[in-house]
């Protein structure tokens, strides 16, 4: 199937308001669907933590550690290090692949529940801490949103653009129809400047004597109803 433009020059400007008229739809629509996909929580593949009380070395990166609850040293969850960064307020750690064991799951222990950290026993490493009670978990998303809400929103620009062209410019059938729009308004008798602003006052003079009678009329009905106590002065 040729790519060309069906009909081309005919039809100008009435192939081109259609075309600006529904692309203004199309962007309108992903306008909508930006701020939609916003609504949309994108799986997480990780938190940072935020731990104190540090006993011990920060684990390095590919550690294994476990989350403990506050009722004793039963673990909660199972994740791996991926990052530690020490700070003034703290070590934080990047844990990915957190896991809860299978005791936490029948519980229902949630894992913000958890109140240490540590590497389970029997490891080379030795490390322990307690998670901050404020502001300790921060998810880490798996992508940025921002990247899905762009692909959305370009997919309906992508799926107008392809619409538009066929409608406007490929279809024969629709585009027979615009042209023949467009030969038909050039057969119009336009109005003169003359008879515009001529009719444009005669509609301005018959608003004001329709606002003028209404009033008038108001004026009657509220003397009618406070003569006979309806309304009160």
Known sequence: MSMGIYKPGQGYWVRMMTAIAVGILFLAGAAWVW?????????????????????????????????VGHEGDTAIATGVVRQADEGTSGLTLYIERIQRTPDAVTAERELTSAASIRIPAGAADRFSGQIAPDGAWRPVAAFEMTYFQTAAAAIVVLVGAVVIFLYVGKRPKSVDFLVATDNETRKVNWSTRKEVVGSTWVVIGATFLIAGALFVVDLLFQGFFSSIDVLQR
Do not use: M
């Open 35 to 67: 701020q939609s996909v916003e609504r949309i929580s994108p799986p997480l593949k990780g938190y940072n933590v935020l731990v104190d009380s540090v006993q011990g070395g920060a684990p390095a990166p590919g550690t294994s550690i476990e989350f």
